[in-house]
């Protein structure tokens, strides 16, 4: 792919489904936005169908759900495209997702870490038998909730997703055998924290990421600091 300046405008629907618990659109579903605006390039022909390799995402402001739809605007950028997420008739940016398809190296499994084990579903692969990078979201959404769920128990407040970083270091394919993930806090703020992950194939390392959680107060639907209780128990999965 070469440079392209050019914007490219693709409308989807809002669904109900679409909604997590605070009522606003569910962090993967902004990668499932994302991917379907990719396919109509795809479709148009602006780029290739080669296998995505990174994807970061920036959740800037929460969608609600309303009567108006999803607007995907795309641009290529040399070998990465960005799509900028937004709603009709609204001039904000709600989240911003950009893809690459550069190749990602080796890298070795973190020791000492909280493992979870990921069951795979028929649904989770694409076209190619391979987990989706969408689903790749979700199983790393299913490792993080729980962890921190197990890790702060009774006093976890409420927070929510700000940025992710992952990567691809090979396909997953089918394979009846959990995914095992591993899991640990690599950096805590004031406000924030950071939670890495690693999805592991037979003892390799196929995917690894990183999640900045902010707290957020739902009252006000405004950041907040986290408590002294949250960073004493946060400040127990920070990897040695």
């Not at 495209?81 to 190749?103: E, Y």
């Not at 795979?120 to 990078?133: F, M, T, W």
């Not at 890495?196 to 690894?208: E, I, M, N, P, T």
Request: net charge negative.
């Amino acid at each position: 792919m070469g440079s392209v300046t050019a914007e490219h405008r693709h409308e989807i629907p809002l669904r109900w489904a679409d909604l997590d618990s605070l009522n606003h659109v569910n962090n993967v579903v902004y990668l499932r936005y994302a991917a379907e605006a990719r396919m109509a390039l795809v479709d148009a022909g602006v780029i290739d169908d080669r296998r995505t390799t990174r994807m970061a995402v920036e959740f800037l402001r929460p969608i609600l759900l309303g009567p108006r739809p999803v607007v995907v605007t795309s641009r290529v950028e040399d070998d990465q495209v960005v799509h900028q997420i937004g709603i009709d008739g609204s001039p904000h940016t709600f989240a911003r997702v950009t893809t690459g398809h550069d190749p990602v190296g080796i890298l070795d499994p973190a020791e000492g870490v909280d493992t979870i084990p990921l069951s795979l579903r028929r649904l989770d692969l694409d076209e190619r038998g391979v987990v989706s990078p969408v689903q790749i979201g979700e199983l790393l959404q299913e490792s993080r909730i729980p962890y921190m769920s197990a890790l702060l128990g009774e006093e976890r407040g409420t927070v929510v997703l700000a940025h992710l970083d992952m990567r691809v270091h090979a396909a997953i394919p089918w394979r009846r055998e959990p995914v095992e993930s591993r899991v640990w806090i690599d950096r805590l703020g004031g406000s924030s924290f950071t939670i890495a992950a690693q999805l592991c194939v037979d003892g390799r390392v196929a995917v690894s990421s990183e999640a900045v959680l902010v707290g957020f107060d739902a009252t006000t639907q405004r950041s907040r600091a986290l408590t002294d209780v949250e960073r004493a128990v946060l400040g127990r999965g920070l990897r040695a």
